[in-house]
């Protein structure tokens, strides 16, 4: 396993760490360097990917940043686990949805070690909770790829304000609603991170 495994304590601003990853898929592609998968938080945020639209944003004070990943636009906060990688497909198989679809299994799978069941929705990109009867969106997944090396990454949403979705229509998905891990079960998810990881690398190598 060539991955750095880099777990940040403090938020990090958004521009740097996409500036991080792409300097980070420069050098993988030119000198061979470590693949990353890297934990961390972002501060109040708005970002928008290549797909969305200005309808989408139902607050216009709010400051949205545009960015190059795939999907539309979603909030990032406090309280929010965010998983950002750079990951080599050509040491791989050069196919984008089995990406996802690792993506997909490796959140579904660590939740499921909270007793929380979800599911993902080939209709709509992201891992998703049957909320009695509701469905709700518990985590987001938005990549983009380049030279074969896909970076950017998924959030989970364990404790943080919900109310912070409600000035956008998030990822373009009007009918389903946004839900976080401690208004499903108020438990310790302090490990999910670890857990988490050990998923996600796990299911990258087979």
Request: include cysteine; charge should be positive.
């Amino acid at each position: 396993m060539n991955i750095e495994i880099k777990k940040s304590e403090k938020p990090i601003k958004y521009d740097d760490a996409i500036k991080l990853m792409e300097t980070r898929l420069l050098d993988i592609h030119e000198n061979d360097s470590k693949e990353l998968v890297w934990i961390l938080e972002h501060k109040d945020i708005y970002t928008a990917g290549t797909n969305f639209k200005e309808s989408e944003i139902l607050d216009k004070s709010i400051d949205v940043i545009k960015t190059n990943r795939g999907g539309k636009i979603t909030y990032h906060g406090p309280g929010q686990l965010i998983c950002y990688f750079v990951i080599d497909l050509k040491k791989r198989k050069k196919d984008i949805r089995k990406l996802i679809s690792t993506i997909e299994e490796s959140i579904i799978e660590t939740l499921r070690l909270y007793d929380i069941d979800t599911f993902a929705d080939k209709k709509n990109i992201g891992i998703w909770y049957n909320d009695k009867s509701s469905i709700k969106k518990v985590a987001a997944i938005g990549v983009r790829v380049r030279k074969w090396i896909a970076y950017h990454g998924f959030s989970i949403n364990i404790n943080n304000d919900i109310d912070k979705y409600k000035k956008i229509i998030p990822c373009g998905i009007s009918d389903k609603g946004i839900i976080n891990l401690k208004n499903i079960k108020d438990q310790n998810y302090q490990n999910l991170d670890d857990k988490l990881i050990k998923n996600f690398i796990s299911n990258l190598e087979n």
